[in-house]
């Protein structure tokens, strides 16, 4: 199982220049890096990301991550991965584009 963190290009960009990122606005004010599971992201892309190119999906596995992942409820009471340290680029297993077609973000199919 992977877990997933969907970026701006220039949140990317800088991931891959610095090394490690706290995140995005919204990691930084919630003081945690926000994950979501398979079954979570194409919700959290709707929700937080609608209509917005140029996004970048990262896979993480969370058994790397250690003890600064944490399960918290949020959404409905379901549980989320909330990283609580910098992600670093080591951590991240792969990248791909998040394509927008019609509206709608275009998951890789062989999310798990």
């Known amino acids: 199982m992977m877990i997933y963190k969907?970026?701006?290009?220039?949140?990317?960009t800088a991931l891959q220049t610095e090394g490690e990122t706290l995140g995005a606005p919204v990691d930084l004010a919630d003081?945690?890096?926000?994950?979501?599971?398979?079954?979570?992201?194409?919700e959290t892309a709707a929700r937080?990301?609608?209509?917005e190119?140029?996004?970048v999906l990262l896979a993480v596995d969370p058994d790397a991550?250690?003890?600064a992942l944490k399960w918290?409820?949020?959404r409905g009471g379901a549980l989320f991965p909330h990283l609580f340290r910098p992600l670093r680029l080591e951590d991240?297993?792969?990248s791909r584009p998040l394509p927008l077609v019609d509206g709608l973000h275009m998951f890789p199919d062989d999310l798990a």
């Open 92 to 94: 991240v297993a792969w």
């Open 48 to 51: 937080h990301f609608s209509g």
């Open 65 to 67: 991550l250690g003890a």
């Open 53 to 55: 190119a140029g996004l």
């Open 72 to 74: 918290e409820p949020s």
């Open 31 to 42: 003081g945690f890096v926000h994950f979501s599971t398979a079954a979570q992201v194409a």
């Open 6 to 12: 969907i970026f701006r290009a220039g949140e990317w």
